[in-house]
């Protein structure tokens, strides 16, 4: 069954980082487009980061511009989030996903996405 599984998710205090990974399994991640979105309370799904197919291309949101950073390892059919100088505001359920259409910027949630992961708690409080 092809599925994504998210991992390392928890509670930091703001300031600190975090690493998550998602892991993909019964389909390649190397013909795919992938990316994370996160749920805060009471909020809509956003996209925070992307990465296309190639590498080549990154993508982040305004809010987490500069101290984020996506990447992938396609020989082992993972993609990461390093997650630096949190702020509480970066509290929220995180979802990884993928994507087989062409993208030039994020894309938002919608029916198009090819895989969701289950999703993982990040929360960032003193």
């Known amino acids: 069954q092809a599925r994504l599984v998210e991992s390392g998710g928890g509670s930091v205090q703001p300031g600190g980082s975090l690493r998550l990974s998602c892991a993909a399994s019964?389909?390649?991640?190397?013909?795919?487009?992938i990316g994370w979105f996160r749920q805060a309370p009471g909020k809509g799904r956003e996209a925070v980061s992307w990465?296309?197919?190639?590498?080549?291309?990154?993508y982040y949101s305004d809010a987490v511009q500069g101290r984020f950073s996506i990447s992938r390892d396609d020989t082992r059919n993972l993609f990461y989030l390093q997650m630096n100088s949190l702020k509480p505001e970066d509290t929220g359920v995180y979802y990884c996903a993928a994507l087989t259409l062409a993208i030039a910027s994020m894309p938002t949630p919608g029916p198009y996405i090819n895989y969701w992961g289950q999703g993982t708690q990040v929360t960032v409080s003193s």
């Open positions: 990465i296309d197919r190639s590498a080549h291309n990154t």
């Open positions: 019964g389909f390649s991640l190397d013909s795919y487009n």
